[in-house]
């Protein structure tokens, strides 16, 4: 029987068929490189100096900065056959990259990165199966992606103010409403490009946000209207573009907050009322004349005078409680006998009940049962 051996490293084999062209595997696969960058179709990978999200094939993925070597390796595998040569009878996959492109400074020093191919599989129906590992270069470029672009350019498709009538923002209000809206945001966020808010810009009584996209400004918008209550007008406007010379649409919604919050007591009409909820066209009161809760349209509230703010109203504790009289007693230590109101249910003695003084009369508020949106206004 013929002895079989390679012709490069005299590797001997038991049948002439694990030889190709005289070699055996292991050196026939260095000579013959299996995978390979097609002619004109090395992919670059594009990474955006600012955000970070990448591009490999014309799309630009968000930028997800901790499995972003996962993502690429992703982006790759999925686009194989279109840059990748390799005989089909081999299990092909980008195993890993040096290094992490997360690396930026590397990447920035370097601008390219390495990628495993690993090759399993039998190159020839009768050679025994093989097992190797390539490694090609991935060159890297930095370019600023479309959002970036536009962030870069000021060209957000809306923009969001919120306007206090007459008055300033507060900080605490400038940083209630911004965290809110920065909440809202990550809940509403579907990762396309235009899904970005700007830091927003304040101005006395105005806080100015920039919005990416016009979709995700309007939900933006109304669930800051369910949250805090306000007014909310959308309105187009028209800028001129000098490069392209084209129209573009921006939106423009104007939040209006309105002059009360939930827990504030207004005097309409010479009647105390009691803010309890905010609808969007409407507000629910108490009026503690009638002792009934009621609607009211919102812009008929708008002259009423502001009586006591929430954080104004004065604080009672529950004495007694009987059928007829509630006895309740003031920071003096000063007791006052009230007729118990039908609407709601007293606390138990010793708790501590809201109220305010209004024309030689004591008026309390239901207790604190308020809604969700009101916890949130009093926790900030
Ligand atoms: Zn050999
Ligand atoms: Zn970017």
């Not at 370097?110 to 190797?132: C, D, L, Y």
């Not at 504030?264 to 969007?280: A, G, Q, R, Y």
């Not at 009621?294 to 509230?301: A, G, I, Q, V, W």
Request: net charge positive.
């Amino acid at each position: 029987m013929l002895m079989s051996f390679c012709i490069n490293c005299g590797k001997i084999v038991r049948n002439r068929k694990e030889l190709h062209e005289n070699l055996c595997m292991d050196c026939y696969v260095q000579s013959h490189p299996l995978v390979n960058f097609k002619k004109s179709k090395h992919p670059i990978l594009f990474l955006c100096p600012d955000c970070l999200s990448f591009k490999l094939f014309k799309k630009w993925n968000d930028p997800t900065s901790e499995n972003m070597s996962t993502d690429i390796m992703e982006e790759l595998n999925n686009n194989l056959d279109s840059f990748l040569t390799h005989p089909n009878s081999l299990y092909v996959i980008i195993s890993s990259l040096n290094p992490d492109p997360f690396d930026l400074s590397y990447v920035k020093a370097h601008k390219n990165i390495t990628i495993t191919v690993m090759i399993r599989g039998k190159v020839f129906p009768e050679t025994s199966p093989i097992s190797s590992i390539t490694e090609l270069v991935l060159k890297t470029e930095f370019q600023v992606c479309t959002r970036c672009k536009n962030i870069r350019a000021n060209q957000h498709a809306a923009e969001i103010t919120i306007l206090k009538k007459g008055k300033s923002l507060t900080k605490e209000e400038i940083n209630s409403y911004s965290s809110f809206l920065s909440k809202m945001f990550e809940k509403h966020a579907t990762h396309g490009m235009g899904d970005y808010v700007l830091t927003p810009k304040a101005k006395k009584n105005k806080l100015i946000f920039q919005i990416g996209s016009v979709k995700l400004a309007k939900k933006l918008a109304s669930s800051f209207r369910s949250k805090f209550g306000a007014l909310v007008r959308e309105s187009y406007k028209h800028e001129d573009q000098e490069k392209s010379r084209e129209t573009r649409k921006k939106i423009s919604i104007l939040i209006r907050l309105l002059p009360f919050e939930i827990g504030d007591v207004l005097l309409h009409e010479n009647t105390p009322l009691l803010i309890l909820k905010i609808f969007e066209k409407q507000v629910e009161c108490l009026d503690f004349f009638k002792n009934t809760s009621k609607k009211f349209p919102t812009n008929s509230l708008f002259k009423a005078k502001l009586l006591y703010s929430h954080d104004d109203l004065e604080e009672f504790s529950i004495i007694s409680q009987y059928q007829d009289v509630l006895q309740i007693m003031d920071a003096q230590f000063q007791i006052y006998d009230l007729t118990p109101p039908t609407l709601f249910k007293i606390p138990s003695n010793n708790s501590k009940i809201k109220g305010f003084f209004f024309k030689d009369a004591i008026y309390i508020l239901p207790p604190e049962k308020l809604s969700e949106e009101n916890e949130f206004k009093r926790s900030i």
